[in-house]
């Protein structure tokens, strides 16, 4: 039972890394281009989006992307690494891009409970606080390497989703959602009020991670023209995403993720087919908590300041919106969301009064409109063909 | 005959009201019909035996072993597997996911063995599937081809099917099925009962159903129980059942 | 002292409980949580201010009716507003989500209640500034014998009260509040006696936005400053109180507020610090009611479905 070959011209075969190559031009200029540009390139690819999946082209594209995934993988690291040098070396831009990079670290973690469980979350940014605080306390109060911070800052968040994911036990739907609102209240206001996490003031002087002894915040030459140091948090935010992108995808074809699916519709069936809810339900919370945690601890590294205000209502609902927008249960369309919500955000910062209401529009006109996300989840399917 | 189910004065009351009273029967390998009037216990019967409710008195045994206590999830392991009077797939789900859901119980893959390596998972999960197939092939041909589509494209019967597929595909000891010919014509029902005697032919399951065509319940039931207000009013085969009066008066009201 | 805080924890508690009211009303017809009544209740407010500053600019309404007249008129005036938007919140955010998944509406309206605030946040002249809330209820005392009970606490007292009592009366007496009470109960059962069930939710929704409407100008009363962004701690606070109250069940959602603004306004109190804490204590309320008695004090405790 092998899978027909849909490809059949030569040149069909290069086609999914012309997209991936196609995806970074368009976001390089979305990113260097004028507000306008950056409007246009977006609203062109949510259309394209809409139409290829109304014209089964995605699903065409996915199964031609399985079929040449390594290549695929190869094209899309080389992108990577060029991305600084695409963004034309400028430390904004770059800037943009780490940020896109935390952020859809922070949506993949919320969407194991948003998109496959089918349980809003609304503190997404107090574990993504809970990540950057415990790095920053760890690597400021006590001296310790940041990366012992971003250790401990998995360590402390797996167990903090366990206390965020037990009222999902016992509750689910509206009060699920209005404990995870009081949970993200609570967090806000305990941080203001400890004078030893830095209450309203925030830490300042978080120091960077370092890589065989040289700081990631140091600016490098190359070829005689400087590097900003953002170039090298691009690299480590990025070698994360990716590897958090395989993570949720391969938790997406298990077993696990079937199961999560399986509680969103129906725990009673659920747990008539052998799923032991209290296990598999804070295992999506745990995962989902250290992915917020990862990203956290680079954010916090990366500002090297963290105040109580990045990590408030309103950002858990930006997130909460990247899930929505990039399509829920789908690890791709999340990615592509939170890296499109943070570029429009950050190109619309002269308008930052009006940034919730934009929000907020969009997560309503993306709820009437298209509830699935613009990359809806994939039927699974399995590779049942021998191994090539 | 080895007892594969004993109960012994199960019970659970909702607040007032006794849903089932003390009720001991046990069963051995067999098809066991369960009947009685409406709200007369069957559902929460089968409730209490696959560990949806936990009983407020009394004890289950399967297969000698104390399964009053367990979690839904563990008596499914334990190898009771079950279907709704209401069809309940998962309807956002391919049919094929419904069917690999059944045989979570017998996946031993845990989470980080998912995400270090593929290939243990790959190897489990081409074995699952090509369970999953053989065990939908024998209901129905058919869905083997419609393996990737949505369960809402499937008509009501096969859905049925699958219900029942997705509970049999563990392989099972015992089959709890409640009106698994609910909604269904005369000749779907047909099909259904055929299908079962097919199973049962070839799996030796034990099986407890519950029905209210009196024609399924002859042409299947080795043995019957009729429950009546929550207690065990008759039980025997089909032949000695029909002829009881008091039988007679439970359906058809004094 | 323990006068004081009691008379400021049942001031609070009127506060809350309008909007806890609405929060009940909305789920019992919709069996969905309309997450942004604290925002629609402060937009009440902020219609007061507009129609005042209206009213003053003109002095029409001073120079022909008296001052209790134009006050009323400004309240009600205010209220119908209300209702207005409260309906147009339902086509626009909640009518498009009958039938799907509850959640949405839930993302949906938490998200128009941030776009009201906005909103009035852009277009209101100064709107992201404190606003003081005209005096229109006087904050002299009754009587110099009796501390704390000024004109003003005492008609926001007497006028929840009376708001409740009318509310009784409607959903008791009258032919459509007794529908809004069986579609409460049973949706299937009472669609089939023929009640005609968006009639019912129109209903309600205009009721409840007349009773957010209420409740806005005594919240605006009560705190004399309002800003644009009060709405999210009442929508919380409102919602919690008609959780802990039991979901869905009008005079649970008094009782509620009631309790949360004794646990804010004791904890503020006798606790040293307190200050800081009070809506945590109030949260961590909620979360003991939803873990360990999620029926609320005086909802039902309904059997789960299998």
Redesign the interface.
């Known amino acids: 039972m092998t899978e027909n070959k849909i490809y059949t011209h030569k040149i069909e075969k290069l086609l999914p890394s012309l997209g991936v190559v196609v995806f970074f031009a368009a976001l390089a200029v979305a990113i260097t281009g004028s507000l306008w540009s950056t409007l246009i390139i977006l609203i062109g690819m949510t259309g394209l989006l809409i139409y290829g999946e109304k014209h089964g082209q995605v699903d065409r594209a996915y199964i031609r992307v399985e079929e040449r995934r390594s290549s695929t993988l190869t094209v899309l690291i080389i992108c990577i690494v060029l991305l600084p040098f695409i963004l034309k070396g400028n430390s904004y831009f770059l800037h943009i891009a780490v940020m896109a990079g935390i952020y859809a670290i922070v949506a993949l973690g919320l969407n194991f409970q948003i998109g496959s469980m089918?349980q809003?979350n609304f503190a997404p940014a107090a574990m993504f606080g809970v990540g950057a605080y415990t790095s920053a306390m760890v690597t400021v109060r006590l001296g310790a390497s940041p990366w012992i911070g971003l250790i401990a800052a998995m360590i402390v968040t797996a167990g903090m989703g366990i206390v965020f994911g037990f009222?999902a036990l016992?509750?689910r739907?509206?009060?699920f959602?209005?404990?995870t609102?009081?949970?993200q209240?609570?967090f806000i206001?305990?941080v203001?009020?400890t004078e030893w996490l830095g209450g309203p003031n925030g830490i300042p002087g978080i120091p960077a991670f370092s890589l065989f002894g040289q700081s990631l915040k140091k600016s490098g030459m190359l070829l005689g023209t400087p590097i900003p140091y953002q170039m090298n948090y691009i690299y480590l935010t990025f070698t994360l995403l990716l590897l958090l992108i395989v993570i949720s995808k391969r938790l997406y074809s298990s077993r696990i993720g079937l199961a999560w699916n399986a509680i969103e519709e129906d725990e009673?069936v659920a747990s008539t087919q052998g799923i032991n809810l209290t296990k598999v339900k804070l295992l999506s919370f745990s995962i989902g908590s250290v992915f917020a945690g990862i990203a956290g601890s680079l954010y916090a590294h990366y500002t090297s300041f963290i105040g109580v205000e990045d990590f408030d209502?309103?950002k858990s609902?930006i997130f909460?919106c990247m899930v929505?927008l990039g399509g829920m249960d789908n690890p791709i369309g999340v990615t592509i969301g939170a890296i499109m919500l943070t570029v429009i955000d950050e190109k619309l910062r002269i308008f930052a009064?009006?940034r919730?209401?934009m929000?907020?529009?969009i997560?309503?006109v993306v709820?009437?409109v298209r509830?699935q996300g613009l990359l809806p989840k994939r039927n699974r399917k399995y590779p049942l063909g021998e191994e090539n | 005959m080895d007892t594969l189910l004993h109960t012994k004065n199960l019970t659970i009351h909702?607040g007032g009201l006794i849903a089932v009273d003390s009720v001991s029967c046990s069963m051995g390998n067999e098809v066991l019909g369960l009947i009685g009037p409406n709200g007369s216990g069957k559902?929460t019967f089968l409730?209490l035996v696959s560990g949806?409710?936990s009983s407020t008195g009394g004890k289950i045994e399967f297969q000698g072993q104390d399964i009053t206590r367990l979690k839904t999830h563990e008596i499914r392991s334990a190898g009771i597997a079950r279907t709704f009077q209401t069809n309940r797939l998962c309807e956002k789900l391919t049919v094929l996911d419904n069917m690999l859901l059944g045989l979570y119980s017998k996946q031993n893959t845990s989470w980080w063995k998912v995400i270090l390596s593929q290939k243990t998972h790959y190897r489990e999960l081409k074995e699952n599937i090509s369970t999953c197939l053989e065990v939908l092939g024998y209901f129905n041909k058919n869905l083997i081809d419609r393996k990737y589509e949505l369960i809402d494209t499937i008509p009501l019967i096969d859905r049925r099917r699958i219900e029942i597929a997705r509970a049999l595909v563990s392989n099972p000891s015992l089959l709890l099925l409640d009106e698994p010919t609910a909604g269904l014509n005369q000749e779907e029902t047909a099909n259904i009962v055929d299908d079962l005697k097919r199973v049962r032919e070839k799996t030796h399951t034990s099986i407890i159903f519950i029905e209210h065509d009196m024609g399924v319940i002859s042409t299947i039931a080795d043995r019957v129980i009729v429950l009546n207000a929550g207690k065990i009013i008759a039980e025997g085969s089909f032949e000695e059942i029909s002829k009881s009066e008091e039988v007679r008066t439970a359906y058809l009201g004094s | 002292m323990l006068y004081a805080q009691i008379l400021n924890a049942v001031m609070l508690g009127c506060t809350y409980s309008l909007v806890a009211i609405g929060f009940s009303l909305f789920f019992g017809v919709l069996d969905?949580?309309v997450f942004c009544a604290g925002d629609v209740a402060i937009f009440s407010s902020f219609s007061v201010v507009f129609l005042v500053q209206l009213i003053g600019f003109y002095n029409i309404f001073f120079g022909l009716f008296n001052p209790v007249a134009a006050l009323l008129l400004t309240v009600i005036v205010a209220a119908i507003f209300t209702a207005i938007l409260m309906v147009l919140l339902y086509q626009?955010?909640i009518k498009?989500?009958e039938n799907?998944?509850?959640?949405?509406p839930?993302?949906?309206t938490?998200?128009?209640?941030?776009?009201l605030r906005?909103?009035i946040?852009?277009f209101f002249p100064e709107g992201?500034n404190p606003r003081s809330f005209p005096e229109l209820l006087s904050n002299e005392r009754i009587l110099q014998e009796l501390p704390g009970i000024s004109w003003r606490n005492a008609i926001i007292i007497v006028a929840t009260i009376l708001i409740v009592a009318i509310l009784y009366w409607f959903i008791n007496k009258t032919k459509i509040g007794l529908s809004i009470q069986a579609v409460s109960q049973n949706r299937e059962a009472a669609t089939m006696v023929g009640i005609n069930r968006n009639l019912v939710i129109y209903v309600t929704f205009i009721v409840g936005g007349l009773i957010l409407g209420f409740g806005g100008f005594l919240i605006g009363s009560y705190y004399a400053v309002i800003r644009f962004d009060l709405g999210?701690g009442f929508g919380?606070k409102g919602?919690?109180a008609a959780?802990v109250g039991g979901?869905g069940n009008v005079y649970g959602a008094i009782v509620g507020s009631m309790l949360i603004a004794f646990a804010e306004v004791f904890v503020t109190a006798y606790i040293p610090g307190g200050t800081?804490?009070a809506?945590?204590a109030a949260?961590?309320l909620?979360?003991a009611f939803?873990?360990f008695k999620?029926e609320g004090v005086l909802g039902n405790k309904s059997?789960e479905k299998?």
Do not use: C, H, Q, W
């Not at chain 3, 938490?110 to 776009?115: E, L, M, N, S």
């Open positions: 089918g809003v009222p016992k509750t739907g509206f009060y959602s209005l404990v609102i009081a949970l209240t609570i206001l305990l203001v009020n009673i209502f309103n609902l909460i929505l009064d009006y919730m209401l929000y907020s529009i997560l309503i709820l009437v509830s | 909702f559902t409730n949806i409710y | 969905t949580v626009l955010v498009p989500f799907k998944s509850s959640l949405m839930l993302l949906s938490i998200a128009a209640g941030i776009a906005e909103l946040g852009i992201r999210a919380l919602f919690s959780v979901l800081a804490y809506s945590i949260f961590v909620v979360l939803i873990l999620p059997v299998v």
